[in-house]
């Protein structure tokens, strides 16, 4: 058994990393460190989200403070695993990853030329460039990044239909759940939803100030600008479906752009893709490359306990993420309302944001990087 200690441990994607590693047959949960205002209290009393699916003995547990934390005399920990946000991600996982392997769901190092962006069924050859960037860096760890929550359901979707057809464009709108912007934005939409009015439009003249921004409402609104976001989810994708060369990953090569904005759902990031494809394929022909796909990651990462039995799921409707997004414990990126028309093949995708969007997501590329040799 492995020993993982989790950087951000109270936040909504540490409590996730959490769960998923609590009963995990490789690992187990070590240290738990965060900010220093949950420092020193017990796990129950320094979490504010829901912890009732942990175990006593992870709530008894006394968080340490992030500041504090000395990863070269960190003996209890074998692997860090970072739920922090970006820009203190940046400072600390570089500390870490002079002594340990750190999976992590921030975007601090994805951008790097010698950073990997890890997708377990999709681009396992880029692990490789790990190893180069010990070398580079003199890391006897690691950072391992998983994309952006939003990249993930687009590049798990894309990657069977470049392989099998080319792509030369692809245009999507994200619908992103708002558990996507964290706890505080959960927290303040449950205070809007209290107060059981059922809302409307509020009455003024803002629309026709164009300097003018509203302050950001989620119940019965639509928030049609996510900062960074449309950015980060053109670069990753590229380097996600890029082809590792002579130490580099070369960028998928075809046009991408996106809109990507908040709604309010709890959890699940729902996607409109347009994908225009080099060589004609028939839905029948789209259906069938996402069978290969699952029947490949089987092969590659089936073995891996947070592997879900099938890693894309076609249905014959649109997607909902009320019910849908847990299919096989959040794992598997659903897909739905194929239709084929004017040379687009046109679909809805949905991914679990918090788990293969991130916490378990990380755990699975972990356990690769584990059954491959990178974690010793």
Aim: hydrophobic share 40%.
């Amino acid at each position: 058994m492995k020993s993982v200690g989790i950087l951000g441990a109270t936040g909504a994607v540490g409590l996730e990393g959490i769960e998923a590693l609590l009963y995990h047959p490789w690992f187990t949960v070590s240290n738990l460190y965060a900010s220093e205002r949950s420092a020193d209290k017990k796990y129950r009393d320094a979490c504010r989200l829901d912890t009732s699916a942990l175990l006593k003995e992870i709530l008894d547990r006394v968080v340490l403070n992030l500041d504090d934390f000395k990863p070269e005399n960190d003996i209890s920990s074998d692997i860090a695993f970072s739920a922090l946000p970006s820009e203190e991600a940046k400072k600390v996982e570089s500390k870490v990853a002079q002594y340990l392997p750190v999976v992590s769901t921030a975007s601090a190092f994805r951008y790097e030329d010698d950073v990997p962006i890890l997708i377990t069924e999709i681009n396992p050859a880029h692990v490789e460039l790990l190893k180069i960037q010990q070398k580079q860096r003199g890391w006897k760890g690691f950072v391992a990044p998983e994309p952006n929550c939003t990249t993930v359901g687009l590049a798990m979707s894309l990657k069977p239909l470049h392989d099998a057809f080319g792509i030369r464009r692809v245009v999507m709108t994200s619908y992103q759940a708002v558990s996507g912007a964290g706890h505080d934005a959960v927290a303040e939409w449950e205070k809007e939803r209290a107060s059981r009015k059922l809302p409307k439009p509020f009455l003024s003249d803002i629309a026709y100030v164009p300097v003018s921004v509203p302050e950001v409402v989620f119940e019965g609104n639509v928030i049609g600008h996510i900062k960074g976001e449309e950015e980060k989810v053109k670069q990753e994708t590229l380097k996600i479906l890029g082809e590792y060369a002579d130490g580099r990953i070369v960028p998928a090569n075809f046009r991408i752009d996106c809109f990507c904005v908040r709604v309010p759902t709890y959890r699940g990031h729902l996607e409109a893709v347009f994908v225009e494809p080099v060589e004609p394929c028939s839905e029948e022909d789209v259906k069938s490359v996402y069978e290969e796909f699952n029947e490949n990651a089987r092969k590659l990462s089936g073995d891996l306990p947070s592997s879900p039995k099938d890693a894309v799921v076609v249905i014959d409707r649109a997607p909902q993420p009320r019910f849908d997004v847990g299919m096989n414990g959040g794992m598997s990126t659903v897909i739905g309302r194929i239709d084929m028309s004017n040379g687009w093949v046109k679909y809805l995708v949905l991914s679990d944001n918090l788990r293969k969007g991130a916490a378990k997501g990380s755990v699975q590329v972990m356990e690769y990087l584990l059954r491959e040799g990178y974690i010793k």
